[in-house]
């Protein structure tokens, strides 16, 4: 059985999502985030996407919430896709949180699958990054 946090980012994360169309050039929602800080905090967000490459993934507007919330390290990331199932952050969001995280990216659990309590680290999905500190 998932920890309470997990259970709880789900529940945050699910309770943001719902996709919606905002113009007739974006729409968002259809997926969502939550990252838990270092202080125990949990930051949500959602994809918002363009008909141009203006938008965003649900996980950097998470990480995005909490910079702005004045916190820069995370424990923890889950993401809902649309049908929804978990699953791993694209690569831009990897990349993202191995510089906000530099040095200790590694250690950032990442939920893969809930319904099957599947968790693996960043470091797993992003062994060697292009920067080595």
């Not at 789900?10 to 939550?34: C, D, L, N, T, W």
């Not at 998470?62 to 929804?84: H, K, Q, W, Y």
């Not at 690569?91 to 939920?111: I, T």
């Amino acid at each position: 059985m998932l920890d309470k946090t997990w259970q709880k980012m789900y529940q945050k994360a699910k309770a943001v999502q719902g996709f919606r169309e905002i113009s007739s050039h974006m729409e968002a929602g259809g997926v969502a985030a939550a990252v838990l800080s270092d202080s125990g905090r949990t930051y949500t967000g959602v994809c918002v996407d363009t008909a141009s490459t203006l938008g965003i993934c649900a996980e950097r507007n998470a990480l995005f919430n909490m910079i702005t919330n004045g916190e820069s390290n995370i424990t923890r990331v889950l993401a809902i896709m649309p049908d929804g199932k978990t699953g791993a952050p694209c690569g831009a969001c990897r990349e993202f949180m191995a510089q906000l995280m530099e040095g200790h990216y590694q250690d950032v659990e990442v939920m893969l699958d809930y319904e099957n309590e599947k968790i693996v680290t960043l470091g797993e999905l992003t062994p060697d990054w292009w920067i080595q500190s």
